[in-house]
């Protein structure tokens, strides 16, 4: 057994609790043997290797529970013209940024395959934990039918060989499409149940899918132990529609309202906000002008509703995970997400947790994520930086020393 105990910081566990100063973290091997005070921490009789944190702040490994690997800034023409397996080479240097970023898991909610998440299992590449949902179950004429007028189609996630396409229409045909992807290796399903910002023949407000459709979804995925759908939903009745089927999580739910919240709270659903989404659009339309016009529009349209919203959602008390949609953005500035929650009305320490423990419940892996206890993983990050005096410094990657993930050191800048 190999020992290595982080000391010399001030731990935040992810919790909720106070911080513990003078904390310190015991490792064996990948897992996390003991939390607490340095003076507290019973040492093992072999060898330990030292970690000094330098007064820096111990917090667990973080996550974003909604990213798209397969792009790294949205740029239609340019995917047009890019071969499908060149994707997955340009999906590398956003992965290391992500986890060098302090993410060590996430939910890739479209686009990576089964081959993306190996690659980070067997060490071929360096990246953070995933779970996958493959593809993006739309209607034709849904938020994941790129179609055009012209004919043309900027799909951002067309069919390959490892991904099979989403577009599927009635009960049966619904029913097959979730075997498919279930087949192709998802973790969990992800379904478009209203229209959204980067559609071109629809709106965030367009109820997509019949409840009969998203419930044989819920069916099917449970079906195969267990697993969950997730769901993009920005209109109110199609966020009801996904809530009432027993869907797990709503993802963005821009018009998320007092009946929406109402149902969440009673079936105990998670909201991901990816406040940061909206925003990221404008300002890749103002930097580069290769934004469509429909996205300008309708993100100018929801960003000021969207903030609003999910503050009253919170405030309600429904289940906030953090996620951000990177792949709108860049890869590595996720966690600009953090500030904007707490815009909103999360605390510096709210938005913590829901970026660590709760974001651990909504991807169910809390049994090993998520905060820093004896038994779980050892996926670890240090801060120089207070993140409870300025969660905005969280954003300067170089602010964190140290990465961790399941047990082996992958940034370590202390």
């Known amino acids: 057994m190999t020992y290595s105990l982080i000391h010399n910081g001030t731990v935040i566990d992810g919790n909720g609790r106070s911080p513990l100063k003078s904390g310190a973290v015991l490792i064996c091997d990948n897992k996390i043997e003991q939390v607490g005070r ?36 949205i740029n239609f023409v340019e995917g047009m013209n890019t071969p499908y397996s060149l994707n997955y080479y340009k999906a590398i240097a956003p992965m290391r940024r992500t986890l060098e970023a302090g993410i060590t898991s996430v939910r890739d909610a479209g686009g990576a395959d089964l081959g993306m998440k190996q690659a980070v299992e067997q060490g071929i590449i360096a990246g953070p934990r995933m779970q996958i949902s493959i593809t993006v179950l739309s209607i034709t004429g849904g938020h994941g039918d790129s179609w055009l007028p012209s004919g043309a189609d900027m799909d951002l996630f067309p069919a390959t060989p490892g991904r099979p396409s989403g577009i599927c229409d009635g009960v049966e045909e619904v029913r097959k499409k979730v075997r498919e992807v279930l087949r192709a290796g998802a973790d969990i399903i992800k379904v478009c149940s209203t229209g959204g910002v980067l559609s071109p023949t629809d709106h965030p407000e367009f109820t997509q899918f019949s409840p009969e459709e998203l419930e044989v979804m819920v069916q099917e995925a449970a079906y195969r132990r267990g697993v969950k759908v997730m769901a993009h939903a920005q209109g109110a009745e199609g966020i009801k529609n996904a809530v009432r089927a027993g869907i797990h999580s709503i993802e963005h739910g821009i018009f998320v309202d007092d009946e929406a919240i109402e149902l969440m709270l009673e079936r105990g659903t998670y909201l991901v906000p990816t406040l940061l989404a909206p925003l990221a659009v404008l300002e890749q339309a103002e930097a580069s002008g290769n934004m469509p016009e429909w996205g300008v529009r309708k993100s100018r349209e929801v960003i000021e509703i969207h903030s609003e919203n999910i503050g009253k959602a919170f405030k309600a008390g429904v289940n906030i995970a953090m996620g951000t949609d990177a792949g709108v953005m860049k890869h590595g500035t996720n966690l600009r997400e953090l500030d904007l929650m707490c815009n909103v009305g999360l605390s510096p320490m709210d938005s913590l947790v829901a970026t660590t423990k709760t974001a651990a419940q909504c991807l169910g892996w809390d049994d090993q994520l998520g905060t820093l206890e004896a038994g779980k993983l050892a996926d670890i990050i240090v801060s120089q930086t207070d ?28």
């Open 38 to 73: 340095k003076s507290d921490i019973r040492l093992p009789n072999s060898d330990v290797t030292m970690i000094d944190a330098h007064g820096g702040f111990i917090m667990p490994g973080l996550i974003d529970s909604h990213v798209h690997f397969v792009f790294d800034g």
């Open 387 to 414: 993140p409870l005096a300025d969660i905005r410094s969280l954003e300067n990657v170089d602010n964190i020393r140290l990465v961790m993930k399941d047990g082996r050191i992958y940034k370590n800048l202390l």
